[in-house]
Nanobody, 124 residues
Framework: QVQLVESGGGLVQAGGFLRLSCAAS????????VGWFRQAPGKEREFVAT????????YYAESVKGRFTISRDNAKNTVYLQMNSLKSEDTAVYYC?????????????????WGQGTQVTVSS
């Protein structure tokens, strides 16, 4: 499995921006699709965005489409989540996860490696 470490979370005002990073180690990073998920207090973990392992095709939840951008740099073994126009409802712990399956998925059960999470708090 690949090991993942998130960074870049913090406190930001509504309308602001943050960039999260997910650094990978252990296995060949380019073999994995990578996704971002988030979990707010009292809520289930939800899909945010995912990027395929080679083509770089991206998929987003409707709630973040047009505001968030996922990207990857396989040479640096890192995936990024640029979050713009942040809203209070974006407040959550954000997790990155890696999936070695053939097809890209939004289902967290398909992802077999997870980071420890990074807190994002958006104040209104």
């Amino acid at each position: 499995q690949v090991q993942l470490v998130e960074s870049g979370g913090g406190l930001v005002q509504a309308g602001g921006f943050l960039r999260l990073s997910c650094a990978a180690s252990g296995r060949t990073f380019s073999n994995y699709h990578v996704g971002w998920f988030r979990q707010a207090p009292g809520k289930e973990r939800e899909f945010v965005a995912t990027i395929s392992r080679t083509s770089g095709r991206t998929y987003y939840a409707e709630s973040v489409k047009g505001r968030f951008t996922i990207s990857r740099d396989n040479a640096k073994n890192t995936v990024y989540l640029q979050m713009n126009s942040l809203k209070s409802e974006d407040t959550a712990v954000y997790y990155c996860a890696a999936d070695s399956s053939v097809l890209v998925s939004r289902d967290p059960l398909r992802f077999n490696s997870w980071g420890q999470g990074t807190q994002v708090t958006v104040s209104s």
